[in-house]
């Protein structure tokens, strides 16, 4: 079992930077990646970020490339999401996500049934 926290959202003006934290505890020794999705009311889930254990990769969707980093701490236990540049289209249900889905495709970490585990979710509102 693995356990996952999200923590970091609110409210933010257009323009604006959050950082959502996941800490996850358990049995994160089988973990491959660490993954961030967002859905907003109405739509499906969507996927925003990856960090890949192996080579330390990350993996992000086009849709939020160059504005969003996702990182990790050095113990491998947090993972945070930085968010630039925010935009109203940003405003979702932010999820964390566990995988122990070992693939060298990168878009495979895009596909939520790829995840064993999610958090309870932080929410995101960005306001024009």
Excluded: H
């Amino acid at each position: 079992q693995v356990q996952l926290v999200e923590s970091g959202g609110g409210l933010v003006q257009a323009g604006g930077a959050l950082r959502l934290s996941c800490a996850a505890s358990g049995r994160t020794f089988s973990t491959y990646a660490m993954g961030w999705f967002r859905q907003a009311p109405g739509k499906e889930r969507e996927f925003v970020a990856a960090f890949i254990r192996s080579g330390d990769n990350t993996y992000y969707a086009d849709s939020v490339k160059g504005r969003f980093t996702i990182s990790r701490d050095n113990a491998g236990n947090t993972v945070y999401l930085q968010m630039n540049s925010l935009e109203p289209e940003d405003t979702a249900l932010y999820y964390c996500a566990e995988s122990s889905y070992d693939s060298t495709l990168f878009v495979m970490y895009a596909i939520p049934k790829n995840y064993n585990y999610w958090g309870q979710g932080t929410q995101v509102t960005v306001y024009s």
